[in-house]
């Protein structure tokens, strides 16, 4: 991809960078496994009774990603509100911090590649949590569209990241239509909305503007290690944008774009591209 740009050179990490790194990820690790094995106990009793409906397991995932923030030291901000009306939520994708930080402030359940569910941890929380894996093969595109309709008619908020991939957090990539599809099938379009969502990451003053961003061949443990060493940390804002009614645009190609076009607007440091 021509956008992608090398990545900052890593900082040696002092003993004092190691100490607070190995403290923040025990404590966090922690959060996360109590997390993991509430929902999964949970779950045993809400999924008899309840279906593919999951009532009360959504409140752990967004509890623990709450406490997640506070834990890393990043400062949070929500502006606007979740919708409550049947429908999705699309947003740009700067990093695996997204996921705690839209988490932190609605119940949604991700769309996420299938190769996510085979990644240590990573895989069995969003498993636990109700992602929707899909595979890029047109030949499972039939089916992941009947999943989706499933979950949406099930009152399931998905998220999906329309970029197709993650960047370095300071801009947002075209998106691709082809998901948009989904919410134009059997009448669904008639009853649902669309939500865009930005989010905008400050980094820590003095640091790389990139600093929370995430994108091409980063692998994610040194990126991870960097993130909980970090003394003082930045923030991260989530933008709740006004819902669009997928009734009001024809195709999925003009729906996009004007998701596309909200979610640009709310990143003020957006890097000046055309089309």
């Known amino acids: 991809m021509s956008w992608i740009e090398e990545e900052p050179d890593p900082k040696p990490l002092g003993t004092f960078d190691w100490a607070r790194a190995i403290a923040r990820g025990v404590i966090w690790g922690l959060v996360l496994l109590t997390g993991l094995v509430a ?13 593919l409906a999951r009532p009360w397991t959504p409140w752990i995932t967004q509890m623990v990603c709450r406490m997640s923030l506070p834990i890393l030291g990043m400062g949070y901000r929500v502006s606007g509100r979740p919708m409550n009306k049947i429908g999705a939520v699309v947003a740009n994708h700067g990093s695996w911090l997204d996921i705690f930080a839209l988490n932190a402030c609605q119940r949604v359940y991700f769309v996420s590649k299938a190769e ?8 069995w929380l969003a498993r636990a949590t109700g992602t929707v894996f899909i595979k890029r093969d047109p030949r499972e595109a039939k089916a992941q569209q009947t999943l989706f309709e499933e979950r949406i008619r099930a009152g399931h908020h ?3 990241f329309p970029e197709g991939t993650s960047t370095d957090a300071r801009r ?21 909305q669309i939500q865009p969502v930005t989010v905008v990451y400050r980094p820590p003053e003095g640091e790389d503007p990139r600093f929370y961003g995430w994108w091409g061949d980063m692998e994610f443990g040194p990126h991870l290690l960097k993130v909980l060493a970090q003394r003082r940390q930045g923030s991260v804002e989530i933008v709740f944008h006004t819902p669009l009614s997928v009734a009001d645009y024809p195709s999925r190609k003009e729906l996009a774009w004007a998701a596309e076009a909200a979610v640009r607007a709310g990143l003020p440091y957006e890097i000046a591209r055309s089309r």
């Open 158 to 160: 998905l998220l999906f």
């Open 39 to 51: 929902l999964l106990v949970l779950r045993l009793i809400e999924r008899p009774i309840h279906g």
């Open 172 to 192: 947002v990539l075209p998106f691709k239509p082809t998901l948009f599809q989904a919410f134009y099938s059997h009448g669904l379009d008639k009853v649902m």
């Open 116 to 123: 996510v569910a085979r990644w240590p941890f990573v895989g």
